[in-house]
């Protein structure tokens, strides 16, 4: 059984956030260990706010670095099939042929680090011929207005699987305008896969020609 992705509970868990909802969208719930959830928790929210608060200042690379490859070894060790692979600079991209499309294609999803207001993680879960699908933890109501004008698409009607559709062009502008991925070398992301539903290059080639 799968659960409806969710939304962060503060202004700075993105990141643990993110990261749980691309196991949970890969995996069934009875599939997901305990273990998996306190790590994912234990070795986040690591960077230190203003008068030195921990937390208040998100998830830092180097902990989501660190992350990903946790969770790489960690599925490699046990019985749930996961991997997962980061990304970082000119890797991270949404150009035809780019490694995180590749992912998409193939079954897999991507945290992605872009600007939302500030550096911000997001879960891309799909993409269409009108760009990426992708699950927000930060919550908007279905009526807010906030993305008027800009072309993406707000919507709670796929809790399992998205909250907004993006267009491709938003995410290679280097400003920080909504969902931007910014300077090529400032780019992060992380690549997770089901092993047992993941897609082979064959499978997708349509996509390539």
Known sequence: MKNPLHYQLSEYD?????????????????????????????????CYGAGGLPGRAG???????????????YGRATK????????????????????VLD??????????????????????TGVTDRGIELFDPWYVP?????FSGTGIELTLAHPFQYNRRVP??????????????????????????NEKTKQTAGDTIEYFI
Not at 59 to 73: H, V
Not at 142 to 146: K, P, T
């Open 142 to 146: 279905a009526d807010s207005r906030e």
């Open 14 to 46: 993105c990141g643990p956030t993110t990261m749980l909802n691309a196991v949970s969208f890969l995996f069934e719930r009875e599939e997901i260990p305990p273990e998996l959830i306190r790590n994912v928790m234990l070795y986040s929210l690591d």
């Open 168 to 193: 491709f062009a938003c995410f290679e502008c280097e400003k920080c305008s909504p969902y931007a991925l910014g300077p090529a070398e400032d780019r992060e992301a992380v690549l997770l896969f």
């Open 80 to 99: 749930l099939e996961l991997s997962s692979t980061y990304l970082s600079g000119s890797d991270v991209s949404v150009k035809q042929e780019s490694r």
């Open 103 to 124: 992912a998409l294609h193939r079954g897999g999803v991507a945290v992605v680090r872009l600007f939302y207001e500030v550096e911000h993680y997001t879960l891309f």
């Open 59 to 73: 998830t830092s690379r180097m902990a989501m670095r660190f992350l990903s490859n946790w969770l790489d070894g």
